[in-house]
């Protein structure tokens, strides 16, 4: 079985400040680790992910996310935040030993929120 | 590239009435695609999985008998709500998963609220 946690249930930030999301996971496989975001009535937004290779994955937007085995976290991350980054961020997890099909299991969402 | 559309983007309908919701990958070919269901300010919950060409796998508590899916080709999955009712109103996601990938790309979702 695979699960995803999101500690937070909102992440407040300052425009120009570091932005954090955390997430960590839990797979009996291998680990395939997504991160999408999410703006109002809209679908979900592929931002990057994580299935071999560099620990560190840079993806759209500015984001990247550091895969960490040994503390089973998989953090988005954006050095600097915008106004515009204000949205539902959602990491997900796929067991890629295991399921051939590609099922994702989501974490409950963190709410970003950057002021001016 | 790797868009998924989804149609209608909202629908309004009476209750016992059926609605049909399409998603379509419409530069890639997906020989998976999933449904999802949304609450407010809540995660995505898996509804079911599709294969082409196959009957589509439901998650535990599903009724498939209400929430038909046929995906009939590589690029067209269908869900069907099935005599509505006002506690099937929700936002309705579809993904794709392209050929030989291991990332599902998202649909825009469609909004149903049943009266």
């Known amino acids: 079985a695979q699960s995803v946690a999101q500690p937070e249930d909102q992440v407040n930030v300052a425009e120009g400040n570091p932005l954090t999301v955390k997430c960590t996971y839990s797979v009996s496989g291998n680990p395939y680790l997504f991160w999408y975001v999410q703006y109002p009535n809209r679908g979900l937004q592929f931002l990057l992910k994580y299935i071999t290779g560099d620990n560190l994955v840079k993806g759209s937007y500015g984001f990247e996310a550091e895969f960490n085995k040994s503390q089973t976290s998989f953090h988005l991350k954006k050095p600097s935040a915008l106004v515009s980054d204000s949205a539902l961020y959602f990491c997900?997890?796929?067991?890629?030993?295991?399921?051939?099909?590609?099922?994702?299991?989501f974490g409950a969402g963190t709410q970003v929120v950057v002021t001016p | 590239g790797a868009v998924v559309s989804q149609h209608p983007s909202w629908v309004i309908c009476k209750s016992g009435t059926s609605v049909k919701i399409e998603c379509r990958s419409l530069?890639?070919?997906?020989?998976?695609m999933f449904w999802y269901r949304q609450f407010p300010k809540q995660s995505l919950m898996l509804m079911a999985t599709s294969n082409e060409g196959s009957k589509a796998t439901y998650e535990q508590g599903v009724e498939k008998d209400k929430f038909l899916i046929n995906h009939a080709s590589l690029t067209l999955s269908t869900l069907t709500v099935t005599s509505a009712h006002p506690e099937d109103s929700s936002f309705y996601i579809c993904?794709?998963?392209?050929?030989?990938?291991?990332?599902?790309?998202f649909g825009p979702g469609t909004r149903l609220t049943v009266l």
């Open positions: 530069d890639f070919q997906a020989t998976t």
């Open positions: 993904s794709a998963r392209p050929i030989l990938a291991d990332t599902q790309y």
């Open positions: 997900a997890v796929r067991d890629g030993a295991t399921d051939s099909w590609g099922k994702f299991q």
